[in-house]
């Protein structure tokens, strides 16, 4: 089974913050939370990693509290082409039993 | 560098018959996975190797359904006697330690 809980779907609109919260109570003192995107007919696609506070780049914040029982992934100011599937996973060091959830679905509306 | 390929892209086939499915990893990628995803839901775990074993194979859902990495490398995904549930893109990923996953565009399975 999966170990995260995430909304099965999410609508925004263009120009505005989105942000999914994932859900992971079992979590290990090894494990690293990372989000992947998805749009139909290709694999996922690599976001953001973390491990705990606050991590960005040039896409993506993720938001990870102490307690590590979930994560955050926050978009700023979406674009059509944000539309995807959004997946968080969390898994120990060597990357194993890398199990998907069902996933975000998120719709961008103009 | 190259990503990961999948090979071939879409493949039919008649239920009974048997199919091999392959990935080329990203070179130096110990880990290797195999996932399955139908329609509308997300990828559903198959098998995991690191280096040629495999580590997991908890989600190979029968024993018509099996992987080899001989060299450490490139994986075959089979499957024996096919059935029309088997219909579904199957993906193929890699990473090396704590590096996020790569994945290819999948391999389209239709069984008719």
Known sequence: LAKTTQPISMDSYEGQEVNITCSHNNIATNDYITWYQQFPSQGPRFIIQGYKTKVTN?????????DRKSSTLSLPRVSLSDTAVYYCLVGGPNNNDMRFGAG??????? | GAGV???????VTEKGKYVELRCDPISGHTALYWYR??????PEFLIYFQGTGAADDSGLPNDRFFAVRPEGSVSTLKIQRTERGDSAVYLC???QGISPLHFGNGTRLTVT
Do not use: D
């Not at chain 1, 975000?104 to 103009?110: E, F, G, H, I």
């Not at chain 2, 995803?37 to 997300?42: D, I, V």
């Open chain 1, 104 to 110: 975000t679905r998120l719709t961008v509306k103009p």
């Open chain 2, 93 to 95: 990923a890699s990473s």
């Open chain 1, 58 to 66: 040039e896409v993506a914040s993720l938001f990870i509290p102490a």
């Open chain 2, 37 to 42: 995803q139908s329609l509308g839901q997300g």
């Open chain 2, 5 to 11: 390929s999948q090979t071939p892209s879409n493949k």
